[in-house]
């Protein structure tokens, strides 16, 4: 069992910034993958950008230039910083890891952070 517990969120003008962090405990050994997605009102969930344990990173179009993501595996954290934000951006952020455990694969969720971007 993997626990999550994101940070970071909420209320920015647009134009401003934001970090998300996602603190992960539990059973970490086996992550092999973290990320952060995001669900607006009556949207579907949709991937925002991920990172492997290696560093390799992916990053959904419309927050490429404006979102980084990182992680820091001493700390079992992954974080999210955010610039440039735009209404759009409005949703809430859910982080995520995928881990493995001998042949079995599971992803975890974290409860999620609202992040509101509106003047």
């Known amino acids: 069992q993997v626990q999550l517990v994101e940070s970071g969120g909420g209320l920015v003008q647009p134009g401003g910034s934001l970090r998300l962090v996602c603190a992960a405990s539990g059973s970490i050994s086996g992550i092999v993958a973290m990320g952060w997605h995001r669900q607006a009102p009556e949207k579907q969930r949709e991937l925002v950008a991920t990172?492997?344990?290696?560093?390799?990173?992916n990053y959904a179009d419309s927050v490429k230039g404006r979102f980084t993501i990182s992680i820091d595996n001493g700390k079992n954290t992954v974080s999210l910083q955010m610039n440039s934000l735009k209404p759009e951006d409005t949703a809430v952020y859910y982080c995520?890891?995928?881990?493995?455990?001998?042949?079995?694969?599971?992803?975890?969720w974290g409860q999620g952070t609202q992040v509101t971007v509106s003047s």
């Open positions: 990172i492997t344990k290696t560093g390799s990173t």
């Open positions: 995520d890891a995928g881990v493995i455990d001998g042949s079995k694969f599971t992803n975890y």
